[in-house]
């Protein structure tokens, strides 16, 4: 059975999509073989490996919705050991329809189970938002990640991730792991070495090691349509999430 994690943080732009790319290429190439999954509207994570999100007829909006079987909506991400679950645009209709549902909160770890069997690691690419899809998420996952900015306000708005994360837990998941990933960390900035040790202080052992660090080559390899691990192979950056996964 695979070890499912949810990628979450309801800030946006905070590296949740980079993440669930560079680990699941750096998870790949320890010959493991991985699924992602799309739970954003916005498509970032399909985006994110030079996919073309509105190409796809069937994506994870039709497994949550229309309960069509997850495998078929499968398809290769480019990385050799990954494969995609994508979104597009449809999915924002999803949350009003799955709310309709008992046991809504459900769907998506009833509709994971059977095909996880099949994988070594499942990563949940989830919304900037703590709606219906990231709860969903925290209630299949075994784990969830969240990436925290080295800026000032990082942790603005945390207390209501907790606040879910807590409320998943005792109702649905009692399992359920924090881990927080430092990213975007200037070393050359006090106030982001402040941060980061702020962080540190706070989360103490659920803090992963080591930071990852600002650099250009994540917006490059963006425009790419590759991960970090693939683009800028022998890079920092790639190097700091293949440690990541390696923790985990
Ligand atoms: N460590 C980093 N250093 C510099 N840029 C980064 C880093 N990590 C991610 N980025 C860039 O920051 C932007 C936002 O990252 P990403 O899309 O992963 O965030 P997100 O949390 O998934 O955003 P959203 O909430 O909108 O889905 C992207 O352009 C990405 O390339
Ligand atoms: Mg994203």
């Known amino acids: 059975m695979a070890k499912i994690y949810a990628i979450a943080n309801q800030k946006g732009g905070v590296g949740k999509t980079t993440t669930a790319a560079s680990l699941a290429a750096a998870f790949a190439e320890l010959g493991q073989h991985v699924l992602l999954l799309d739970l954003d509207p916005q498509a970032g994570l399909t985006g994110a490996l030079g996919l073309e999100p509105?190409?796809?007829d069937v994506t994870i909006y039709h497994v949550l919705l229309d309960k069509l079987a997850l495998e078929r909506a499968v398809v290769p991400s480019g990385v050799?050991?990954?494969?995609?679950?994508?979104?597009n645009l449809d999915l924002a209709a999803a949350e009003p329809e799955l709310l309709g549902e008992i046991g809504w909160d459900r769907t998506l770890k009833d509709v994971l189970s059977?095909?996880?069997?099949g994988y070594d690691r499942v990563?949940?690419?989830?919304?900037?938002?703590?709606?219906?899809?990231t709860t969903n998420a925290l209630v299949a996952a075994q784990v969830v990640i969240v990436p925290l900015q080295c800026e000032y306000l990082a942790m603005r708005g945390l207390k209501h991730l907790?606040?879910?994360?807590?409320?998943?837990?005792?109702?649905?998941?009692?399992?359920?792991e924090l881990r927080i990933l430092r990213t975007m960390?200037?070393?050359r900035t006090t106030h982001s070495r402040e941060v980061?040790?702020?962080?540190?202080?706070?989360?103490?052992?659920?803090?992963?090691?080591?930071?990852?660090?600002?650099t250009v080559k994540f917006a490059d390899s963006t425009?790419?349509?590759?991960?970090?691990?693939?683009?800028?192979?022998?890079s920092e950056a790639a190097q700091a999430y293949r440690e990541v996964a390696r923790a985990i």
Do not use: W
Not at 123 to 133: E, F, R, T, V
Not at 166 to 174: E, F, I, L, S, T
């Open 54 to 56: 509105e190409r796809f």
């Open 185 to 187: 960390f200037d070393p």
């Open 162 to 176: 907790q606040q879910l994360f807590d409320k998943v837990k005792r109702k649905a998941n009692p399992g359920l």
């Open 223 to 234: 425009v790419a349509g590759k991960s970090i691990v693939s683009y800028a192979r022998n």
């Open 114 to 117: 059977p095909v996880a069997r």
């Open 80 to 87: 050799e050991g990954v494969d995609l679950v994508p979104a």
């Open 123 to 133: 990563l949940l690419d989830c919304p900037p938002a703590l709606g219906l899809l």
């Open 196 to 214: 980061s040790e702020e962080i540190a202080r706070i989360f103490a052992d659920r803090v992963l090691a080591p930071i990852i660090r600002r």
